[in-house]
């Protein structure tokens, strides 16, 4: 069992940076695929960024590579989302989530899941 709670969110302007964190419960944080997703007001939740559990592996949605790094801790139970040149159609609630299983971009892959934080880029 693995309890997620995100934080870091908030309100920048475009062209800012902003990094969101994820802090896991339980002891075997090190064994979970971690991934972001997000979803903006009437649209679906949406993949974001994934890492293996060795962060020997990455993988990011075309709309924010380059821009968006992912990245764990495992001594401190603990994932990030470092978000650069963030733009107005970043906005959206950004939820962790954790997986037993192999990294994917599905979110029907993941059993656990984090309440959200939500990221506002003003225009």
């Known amino acids: 069992q693995v309890q997620l709670v995100e934080s870091g969110g908030g309100l920048v302007q475009a062209g800012g940076s902003l990094r969101i964190s994820c802090a896991a419960s339980g002891r075997t944080f090190s064994s979970y695929a971690m991934a972001w997703f997000r979803q903006a007001p009437g649209k679906e939740r949406e993949f974001v960024a994934g890492i293996s559990w060795s962060s020997s592996r990455t993988y990011y949605a075309d709309s924010v590579k380059g821009r968006f790094t992912i990245s764990r801790d495992n001594a401190e139970n603990t994932v990030y989302l470092r978000m650069n040149s963030l733009k107005p159609e970043d906005t959206a609630v950004y939820y962790c989530?954790?997986?037993?299983?192999?990294?994917?971009?599905?979110?029907?892959?993941?059993?656990?899941w984090g309440q959200g934080t939500r990221v506002t880029v003003s225009s």
């Open positions: 989530a954790a997986t037993m299983g192999i990294l994917s971009t599905e979110a029907r892959s993941y059993d656990y």
